[in-house]
């Protein structure tokens, strides 16, 4: 862990040291890009409230298949007349960053550009693309086969009962799931990240595995709604798939692999 501080200070005092900005002219980007970023989500919003109703069939549309295979009521509950409102302002609020997510992440680039390399830059466009893909790969992979799965079994679990399935709890249970299975997706980009600061390396990671072994089960048993172990195999065997493919990442971008190219060149040049 103190190696990784380490070389984090030092990537941060190498950029530091590149021609950019005064700290007035950082803090005034910094506005700017928040102030556009907000706008984003404002009209993502808006645009996915004018689709809430569609959005919420969308997202029911797992618990009312589990419900009919067991022969259970359809309908969910509310307690409070003014769940129903707030509920459609949350998943509005959740699918209009979504949305929005595209642009925000370009302020975001944009903003730390200025202290990447000229070479470091031509990443924009990819990290972009492998960040919102990425996330809805693991919304996609969460909505289509572990949440109906994880419904099934909890339905299954307590046949003895008569459910009351309260809409704020539903709404809470399937954001809890899709978005932690979309944000542990983004790990490659994590490892992008500390791989092109130099902050960790290939040989880190793989000397660490079963280390990152240990976290990835961790983290699937905190975000599996079931207490099962097979659905928490199922939650981790993609996280553990996609440290794989974080190492190849890591391989690819780290300076030191970089260096070793340019000074190929220069020796064949």
Known sequence: MPDIVDRARAAVTERAELPGMTLMEHLEELRRRLIRAVLSIIIGFGVAYGFHSQIYGFMQAPIVFALKAH???????????????????????????????????????????PGLYANEKRYVMPFMFSTVGLFLCGAYFGYRWVYPQ???????????????????????????????????????????????????????????????????????????????????????????A??????????????????ARREARDKDS
């Not at 699918?95 to 595209?102: M, R």
Request: charged share 10%.
């Open 71 to 113: 022969h259970l009521p359809t309908e969910l509950v509310y307690h409070n007349p003014i769940d129903p409102f707030n509920m459609y302002l949350e998943i509005s609020l959740m699918v209009g960053c979504i949305i929005a997510s595209p642009f925000v992440l370009y302020q975001v680039w944009m903003f730390i550009s």
């Open 150 to 240: 994880s419904l099934d079994f909890l339905l299954g679990y307590s046949s003895q009962f008569r459910p009351l399935i309260e809409i704020n709890e539903y709404t809470s249970l399937f954001l809890t799931v899709i978005l932690g299975l979309g944000i542990t997706f983004e790990l490659p980009i994590v490892v992008f990240f500390l791989s092109l600061f130099g902050i960790v390396s290939p040989r880190f990671l793989w000397k660490n595995f079963r280390y990152a072994v240990l976290i990835i089960f961790v983290i699937a048993a905190i975000i599996t709604p079931t207490p099962d172990i097979l659905t928490m195999c199922v939650f981790a065997s993609p996280m553990l």
């Open 242 to 259: 996609l440290y794989v493919v974080s190492i190849g990442v890591s391989f690819m971008v780290h300076p030191a692999r970089r260096r």
